[in-house]
């Protein structure tokens, strides 16, 4: 099995990415939705996090507030890092738990673990390659205004709240175009894929992940 992290910021692509490499046979494992899973309604992250921030942090159901905790964790480091401490265990156990399943499903899978946040989150980067959809970000911003009817402040100020392009593109191993026509995105990410299933084909015994 073949890890690799898919990153970029708001905007950029990842998503139309990570499709592509579906259909060209990637396994796709998503960050956010790991994210989500962690803080499911009864899970014990939600209880810690109750213990931790208050009630005013859950509905009247019991399920999270996201938006309150949100506006919590929001410029307080130290509320932020606590919050880290709760989930992010959690997370790495359900991403490990899947890859174990993908491993004895297929020795051979190439996964791409799509992480939004993968410089924020200083992970250990322990991947076979980091892949960076990247488009500056005028060009996101011009996206989200138009694409998703985002205000213009709005837009950038999401931007803003992210890594920058320079440091994501810092970590990169493959950066993939994504202010190109469409297109030419998608010949980049096949070619991109033939290569990494070339490389994996010739040297079967790699396994590298890192969660
Ligand atoms: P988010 O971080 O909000 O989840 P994302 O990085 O997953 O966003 P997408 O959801 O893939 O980004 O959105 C990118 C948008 O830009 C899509 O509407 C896509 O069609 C459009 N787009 C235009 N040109 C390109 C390109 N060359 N590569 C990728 N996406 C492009």
Do not use: C
């Amino acid at each position: 099995m073949v890890t690799i992290a898919l990153t970029g910021g708001i905007g950029s692509g990842k998503t139309t990415i990570a499709q592509r490499l579906a259909e060209l046979g990637g396994v796709i494992l998503d960050a956010d939705v790991f994210a989500r899973e962690a803080v499911a309604f009864g899970t014990p992250a939600v209880r810690r996090i109750a213990d931790r921030f208050g009630r005013d942090v859950l509905l009247p159901d019991g399920s999270l507030d996201r938006p309150a905790l949100g506006a919590l964790v929001f410029g307080d480091e130290e509320a932020r890092a606590a919050l880290n401490d709760i989930v992010h265990p959690e997370v790495r156990r359900l991403t490990g738990a899947r890859l174990d399943e993908v491993l004895a499903d297929d020795p051979n899978a190439l996964v791409v673990h799509v992480i939004p946040l993968l410089v924020e989150s200083r992970s250990n980067y322990d991947y076979e390659e980091i892949w960076v959809a990247d488009a500056p970000a005028a060009v996101r911003e011009e996206r989200l205004v138009e694409g998703r009817g985002m205000t213009q402040a709005e837009a950038r100020a999401r931007i803003a709240a992210q890594a920058s392009d320079e440091e994501r593109r810092r970590i990169a191993d493959v950066l993939i175009d994504t202010s190109a026509p469409l297109d030419e995105t998608l010949e980049q990410v096949d070619g991109e894929w033939r290569r990494l299933a070339a490389a994996a084909l010739r040297a079967p015994e790699t396994q590298t992940y890192g969660v």
